[in-house]
């Protein structure tokens, strides 16, 4: 029982560190193939333990089974590997004398769930540098089409924008309500344009042959007071001829507050869907 548990345990951290690599270096490879090498590496750890040289050859039998898809990547991906690696063993390392006399199960259940913590912290944090570099570097140029009509839009990554959808959980763009004033219908831009939330009326107002491509999306003022505005779904949108997963769009006055002259600012995740892309 006690080696499965051993087994049980490399091949969680293995999972968890490959996964770390995975998401910062924009690998994406697929995560049979990170569980497969963590678990292949977790055996081998726990059944030759006694041989020191085990480390280093379970390490690299790790990565190879886990990247073999991306060979151009591999280098990325040992670094990374590592850093995850150190991080999560330090860390365990820091908080070893609290469970010296605790249950072993317990402290097991606890190691894993600090080390997934810290990874997704450790995430969040490198990927919102990643972001806030961006910002600073970049503006997009796009293609956004509503109701069958094109338009070309001069876009920014804005890693303040997290607004979601909240029944599905799509992403929620900024556009500058003239850049979109001559691709809308007219009826649905004007009522849009004039709409204000009422709870007892909801979308009713609104014209009802467009209503199955709007939603009630609920967003953050500046004040932290929560209002509600209308989101257009969009027929797809391309930005340097990446298409964006499917979203929804919600038109503002508020051209002239947009970084750098920019027409729209794209949600938060959209950074790390074309970053995805342009490596992969």
């Not at 804005?158 to 691709?183: Q, R, T, Y």
Request: proline residues 3%.
């Amino acid at each position: 029982m006690y080696a499965e548990v051993m087994i049980a345990t490399n091949t969680f951290f293995n999972y968890t560190v490959l996964a770390f690599a995975n998401k910062i270096g924009w690998i994406e490879n697929q995560k049979r193939y990170l569980f497969l090498a963590a678990l292949i590496a977790g055996i081998i750890s726990v059944t030759f333990t006694n041989y020191f040289i085990t480390i280093f050859l379970s390490f690299f039998l790790m990565i190879a089974i886990a990247f073999w898809r991306k060979p151009k990547q591999i280098v990325k991906a040992i670094g990374l590997t590592l850093l995850a690696s150190l991080f999560a063993g330090g860390l365990l390392t820091a908080i070893a004398s609290f469970y010296r006399d605790t249950n072993y199960l317990f402290m097991i259940i606890n190691f894993a769930l600090i080390v997934i913590g810290g990874l997704y912290f450790l995430t969040k944090h490198v990927l919102h540098i990643n972001i806030a570099q961006s910002e600073r570097e970049l503006l997009y140029s796009s293609c956004v089409t509503l109701f069958g009509e094109p338009k070309e839009l001069t876009l920014f990554i804005d890693s303040g924008n997290v607004c979601k959808e909240p029944l599905s959980n799509e992403p929620v763009h900024f556009v500058a309500a003239e850049m979109l004033k001559e691709i809308l219908p007219e009826s649905l831009f004007r009522a849009v344009s004039d709409w204000e939330f009422d709870r007892k009326v909801g979308l009713d107002n609104l014209p009802k042959e467009y209503l199955t491509k709007l939603r009630l999306i609920p967003i953050a003022t500046i004040q932290q007071e929560k209002a509600w505005v209308i989101g257009i779904k969009y027929d797809n949108w391309k930005v340097n001829d990446q298409e964006l997963p499917k979203g929804y769009i919600v038109m503002t006055k508020l051209h002239d507050k947009f970084p750098h002259g920019a027409e729209g600012i794209l949600h938060s995740s959209s950074y790390f869907h074309l970053k995805k892309r342009s490596v992969g």
